[in-house]
């Protein structure tokens, strides 16, 4: 990915979905993106802003959008960021590596797409939104207090208190998505940024 087995100067458009949240060095990729696309092609990117996801994400059930700690996100995305390289917030940022890079006419785009669970789950497609919500996180829910306390290390590894942790952890297990989400109004926007640029 960092040093693609590719020709120079070959596609007319390169795509790199979700990828560059996932990576140390994201600039590198973008740089082998621009390697293999021919003068004049498209550069395409889609990735996510994780901090703008979570403070996107209403539970009416749960108040979410009064109750969920945004500063322990933040908190815990920057830690992530500084210990890895990998950012989660990388979608909003890619437009200014583009221009960095040189690629000309850069813009971006918002996802719009708003998913909801409104009971009851009636259809097949509430189901499935609901089972892809759990998946994406909301359903994480440790079952022993061994999990419980890996949880807890975890967080406090990323910088968060012990107190700011508990209280996170029995905010969520009290929310408890897995088990009850099927019964509560969720309304979220994933917030990816679509980023694109052509390569001069």
């Not at 208190?161 to 109004?185: P, T, V």
């Amino acid at each position: 990915m960092h040093h693609a087995p590719l020709r120079d100067a070959h596609f007319d458009v390169t795509i790199a979905h979700l990828v560059l949240m996932h990576v140390a060095d994201p600039e590198q990729v973008l740089r082998e993106m621009i390697r293999v696309t021919r003068p004049g092609g498209l550069l395409i990117t889609c990735d996510a802003n994780r901090n703008g996801h979570n403070a996107l994400l209403h539970i009416e059930e749960s108040d979410e959008q009064e109750n969920v700690d945004l500063e322990l996100i933040q908190s815990v995305n920057r830690s992530i960021r500084e210990d890895s390289g990998v950012d989660y917030n990388i979608g909003m940022k890619t437009p200014v590596l583009m221009n960095r890079l040189g690629l000309k006419n850069v813009q971006a785009r918002l996802s719009d797409l708003v998913v909801m669970i409104l009971p009851p789950l009636d259809t097949p497609e509430k189901e499935q939104v609901f089972r892809a919500m759990c998946s994406e996180g909301l359903g994480y829910q440790p079952t022993d207090e061994a999990e419980i306390d890996r949880w807890r290390e975890k967080l406090i590894e990323h910088g968060i208190s012990r107190e700011k942790a508990d209280r996170e952890i029995k905010r969520q297990l009290g929310r408890d998505f897995l088990h009850k989400g099927m019964n509560y109004h969720t309304v979220s926007a994933s917030a990816f940024t679509f980023s694109f640029g052509t390569v001069d």
